[in-house]
C-alpha cells in the first residue's frame, strides 16, 4: 500500500452535508491495490469480486471492521475473448490441485510455487513449449499465466462416463387456465423458430410431456406419420409408457417434433380440465431424463392441485400490507426440494417458468429449481391479449434462453488461498462437499456468491487468491473446465479494509444474506440486520479510524468508499423483497427473494437501486457509438421526485422494468417526436410502447432504450407512466430517497443511523 497518501477510499465524507454523493455515471467496482504488473492480468470485476478488495489479516480484524467478507462469481457468463487450451496434462499444485495461474511464483525455469498453499510443483516438459509464441523454455509466457480466465479441454480423467449429448424436455401445462393465457402459442412458436439453433450436436434430444389432471407423453420415433399422445391417468403411480421413442433425436424427428409443435397450442384449446398435477409430471420427467440428463423446461400456470406436490393457498391477502412478520416465507411441504436433489444426482437440472394468475406459492414451487441448479422465470397475470408488453417480454426471455449456450453435468470447486474457508454458498445449486456445488446445468446468465472467514492468520502474506474452477459437458459433447483466478493484497489495519470496501459487492452479499435470514428466522430479523450492518460499520470507522477531532463533527461520517452504503441498505428495505407496510403480494416477494439470490452483482444492483435519466432533451453530447448507431449517455440522477420536473420525462432503468415517465406540462415536441401524440391528455393509458418515428428525438430515446436492454439477459418492459396512471405508484416506490407513508426518507434514515452511531 501508498503509505504517504490517503486512499481516495478513505476520505471521509459527511452524508449529511454532502447531498450529491450519486455518481452521474455508473458505479465501477474498486480496482484492487496491486502492483499493475498483477492488476493487468487479474480477472475482470464482471466475472469475479470481492467484497473486501483488501483482506483482513485475521478473523478478528474483519469481525471488528463489521463488513462481511464474500465472494461473488459470474462464471460462464458471455465473453467477448476466452483464451482456449488444448494440452495433455493441465499443470495443478500436487497438493491442493489449484490450476496453474498468472498469480503463481516461478522460483526457475523448472518449479512453481503454488499461490494457494505455498506447495514447490515442478513445471511438466510440455508446458515448457509455449504453443502461443512456438517457443521453448519460457513457461511464465504460457496463456495459464498470462489470463485469469481461461478454459481447458479436459482429457479422459475428467469424466466419470462418455460425455452427455445435449438432452431437452419440454413439460407444459395444459390445463384450461394454462389454455386460457395463451402461452402455449408463444413457447411451441418459439421452439419452432429456433428448432435449428439449440445448442447441441448431433446427436441432441428432445421431448414433450402435456399434464393437467393426468399426464400425456409424446412419442415421436423417426417413421411414424404423426406423433402419437399417450395418456397415462395413474397418476399416484407414474410410469413410463415407453422408454424409448419419448426423447428422441432431434435430426431424425424434426418433421415430427414440428407436426406437434405446430398442433400443441390447438390440441387442448376446448379442455374443461382444471386441475393440474405437476407433482407426478415432475416426477414423470425425472424419470425419462435419469439415463442421460438434461434440461427440463417446466411452464405452469397455477397451484398444482393434484397428486403428490399439491399445494394449498396459504397467502392471507389481508396481510399483503402487513408492518408484521410476513409468514408463509419457507416451503410448504419438501416434495419439491427433495425432487430437485433426486435431478441433481441424475444431472438433470429443472427451469421453471411460472405464469400464474393467481396465488401459486412459489416458495414450495421454486425448490425445484433451486436446487437443481435451474432458473426461475416469473409472470404474474400473464395473458396474450390483456398483457401484450408481457408476452413480448416471455418471447424475448424465451428466446434468449433456447439459444444461449448451456453447459450439463457440471461441477465448480471455488479455492482459496490457505488460511480463508468459505462458510456459505449462495445461488441455486446443491452443495456435494464443502467447497464443491453441484451444478447438473450451468448457464451464462446465473450469479454465485460465496461467505468466507480467515480460519488462521494471513500473518506472513501479502498477497491471497481466489480460483473458481468450472468443470462441465459442452452442448458440443466436450469435457471442459473454465477457470477464474483473482489475487488480492492482505492489509492489517481497520483504515485499509474500509478503504477497499465495494459497496455495491457488500449490499449485494448482504441482500443474499437477508434473504436466508428472513426464511430461517423473520423479515423483521432480516431487516434489523440490514441496517444494523450499516450503523456498525459506521460506528466502528468512526471510533476507530477517524481522529478524535473529525470524530467531533456533527453529522454521519462515512469513507467514500462506502458513502453509498446507507443509501443502497435503504433501498434494499424497500424492495418487494423486505419491504413490509406496503401491498406486496406473497409470490411477488419469493420471486424477488429468488432473483437476490441468483442475478450477478450487476444486474441486480440496477433493480435494488434504479437507474434514473432525463430524456426529454436527449443530445449527442457524450454519447457513444455502437453498431454504427448514436445512443446518448444523459447523467444519472438521484431517486427522489425533486428531481423530476413537470416540464421533463424521465427514464427509470429499475433493471426488469423501464418506466418512462411524461411530466403534465411536457413539452409538445417531446409528446409529438418521441411519442407520437398530440398533446399529453391523449398519451393512451397503457402505452407500453415508442412509435418509431422518423424524428432525431425519436431515434435518440429508442437508440438509449435498446442500449439499456443490450446490456442484460432479461428483457425489461417499458411503461410509459402519466400522472394519473394507475402505475405511477410503482414507479414512485423506487423514488427510494423519498419518505412514503411506511418507511423512511434518505433524510431520516441518515438521521437514525447519526442516532446509533453516536450512541
Ligand atoms: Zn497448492
Not at 513457461?139 to 489470463?147: A, C, D, F, M
Not at 393440474?276 to 442421460?292: D, R, V
Not at 416451503?331 to 425432487?339: M, Q
Not at 483504515?495 to 436466508?516: E, F, K, N, R
Amino acid at each position: 500500500l501508498q503509505q504517504n497518501q490517503q486512499p481516495e477510499g478513505l476520505r471521509p465524507v459527511n452524508l449529511l452535508q454532502e447531498r450529491n454523493i450519486l455518481p452521474s455515471t455508473p458505479v465501477k467496482a474498486p480496482i484492487p491495490n496491486l502492483h499493475k504488473d498483477l492488476q493487468r492480468l487479474n480477472s475482470k470485476s464482471d466475472v469475479f469480486r470481492c467484497t473486501l478488495t483488501n483482506i483482513p489479516q485475521t478473523q478478528s480484524l474483519l469481525n471488528k471492521a463489521k463488513l462481511p467478507l464474500g465472494l461473488h462469481l459470474h462464471p460462464f457468463r458471455d465473453l467477448s475473448q476466452l483464451p482456449v487450451v488444448t494440452s495433455s496434462t493441465i499443470v495443478r499444485c500436487r497438493s491442493c490441485r489449484t490450476y496453474i495461474n498468472p498469480f503463481v511464483n516461478f522460483l526457475d525455469q523448472r518449479r512453481w510455487k503454488c499461490n494457494l498453499c505455498y506447495r514447490v510443483n515442478d513445471v511438466p516438459e510440455e508446458f515448457m513449449y509455449n504453443p502461443v509464441t512456438r517457443s521453448y523454455g519460457e513457461p511464465h509466457k504460457r496463456p495459464e499465466v498470462q489470463s485469469a480466465t481461461i478454459e481447458f479441454i479436459a482429457p479422459s480423467e475428467y469424466m466419470l462416463r462418455p460425455p452427455q449429448p445435449a438432452v431437452y424436455l419440454y413439460v407444459l401445462d395444459v390445463s384450461h387456465n394454462a389454455v386460457e393465457s395463451g402461452y402455449l402459442n408463444t413457447v411451441c412458436q418459439s421452439l419452432l423458430e429456433n428448432l435449428n439453433v439449440l445448442p447441441g450436436d448431433s446427436r441432441m434430444r428432445i421431448g414433450f410431456i402435456t399434464f393437467d389432471s393426468t399426464v400425456h407423453f409424446y412419442n415421436l420415433q423417426e417413421g411414424l406419420s404423426q406423433p402419437q399422445m399417450m395418456v397415462v391417468s395413474d397418476i399416484e403411480d407414474i410410469f413410463i409408457p415407453t422408454p424409448d421413442n419419448l426423447l428422441v433425436n432431434l435430426n431424425e424427428s424434426k418433421e415430427l417434433i414440428e407436426d406437434l409443435l405446430r398442433a400443441l397450442p390447438q390440441m387442448f384449446s376446448n379442455t374443461s380440465e382444471t386441475q393440474s398435477a405437476l407433482g407426478p409430471a415432475l416426477q414423470a420427467a425425472f424419470k425419462l431424463l435419469s439415463p442421460t440428463g438434461g434440461r427440463a423446461s417446466v411452464f405452469q400456470t397455477q397451484l398444482p392441485s393434484i397428486g403428490v406436490g399439491a399445494l394449498k393457498p396459504r397467502e392471507d391477502p389481508s396481510q399483503r400490507s402487513s408492518v408484521k412478520d410476513v409468514q408463509h416465507l419457507s416451503p410448504a411441504i419438501d416434495f419439491y426440494k427433495k425432487l430437485a436433489l433426486d435431478c441433481s444426482g441424475q444431472q438433470i437440472a429443472v427451469d421453471l417458468f411460472l405464469l400464474n394468475g393467481q396465488y401459486s406459492d412459489l416458495a414450495s414451487l421454486t425448490c425445484i429449481s433451486k436446487y437443481s441448479a435451474g432458473c426461475i422465470y416469473y409472470y404474474p397475470s400473464y395473458h396474450h391479449k390483456h398483457n401484450p408488453a408481457l408476452m413480448e417480454k416471455f418471447e424475448k426471455e424465451i428466446k434468449r434462453y433456447l439459444t444461449r449456450k448451456v453447459g450439463f453435468e457440471a461441477v465448480m470447486r471455488i479455492r482459496c488461498t490457505k488460511g480463508l474457508a468459505i462458510h456459505t454458498f449462495h445461488g441455486n445449486f446443491f452443495v456435494r462437499s464443502t467447497d464443491l456445488l453441484s451444478l447438473p446445468n450451468i448457464n451464462p446468465d446465473a450469479g454465485f456468491a460465496v461467505q468466507m472467514s480467515i480460519e488462521e492468520n494471513l500473518t506472513d502474506v501479502q498477497l491471497v487468491s481466489f480460483q473458481a474452477a468450472l468443470l462441465y459437458t459442452s452442448s458440443k459433447g466436450e469435457r471442459r473446465i473454465r477457470v477464474h483466478t483473482m489475487c488480492l493484497p492482505v492489509v492489517n489495519s481497520l483504515a485499509d479494509i474500509y478503504a477497499g470496501a465495494d459497496v455495491q459487492a457488500i449490499t449485494c452479499l448482504l441482500a443474499s444474506m437477508a434473504v436466508d435470514r428472513s426464511i430461517l428466522s423473520s423479515l423483521s430479523d432480516a431487516r434489523d440486520a440490514l441496517v444494523n450492518a450499516v450503523i456498525d460499520s459506521l460506528s466502528t470507522y468512526r471510533s476507530a479510524v477517524l481522529s478524535q477531532q473529525q470524530q467531533q463533527q456533527p453529522g454521519v461520517m462515512c469513507p467514500a468508499s462506502l458513502q453509498l452504503f446507507p443509501l443502497y441498505v435503504l433501498s434494499l428495505l424497500k424492495q418487494k423483497a423486505f419491504r413490509t407496510g406496503t401491498n406486496t403480494r406473497l409470490d411477488d416477494r419469493l420471486f424477488c427473494m429468488c432473483e437476490v439470490k441468483y442475478q450477478p452483482v450487476a444486474y441486480l444492483m440496477l433493480m435494488v437501486h434504479p437507474s434514473l435519466y432525463k430524456v426529454d432533451n436527449l443530445s449527442d453530447e457524450g454519447c457513444m457509438h455502437i453498431n454504427e448507431k448514436t445512443v446518448p449517455q444523459p447523467p444519472i440522477l438521484q431517486l427522489s421526485v425533486e428531481k423530476l420536473s413537470r416540464d421533463g420525462a424521465f427514464l427509470m432503468d429499475a433493471g426488469c422494468v423501464l418506466f418512462l415517465w411524461v411530466g403534465k406540462n411536457c413539452g409538445s415536441h417531446f409528446v409529438n417526436q418521441v411519442l407520437g401524440v398530440s398533446n399529453y391528455s391523449s398519451i393512451p393509458q397503457n402505452m407500453m410502447q415508442l412509435p418509431e418515428l422518423d424524428t432525431a428525438e425519436s431515434q435518440r430515446t429508442r437508440a438509449f432504450i435498446s442500449w439499456l436492454r443490450d446490456q442484460r439477459p432479461f428483457f425489461p418492459v417499458l411503461h410509459v407512466i402519466k400522472d394519473e396512471s394507475p402505475l405511477k405508484a410503482n414507479f414512485l416506490q423506487n423514488m427510494v430517497e423519498d419518505r412514503t407513508e411506511s418507511a423512511l426518507s434518505y433524510y431520516e434514515f441518515l438521521l437514525h443511523i447519526q442516532q446509533q452511531v453516536n450512541k
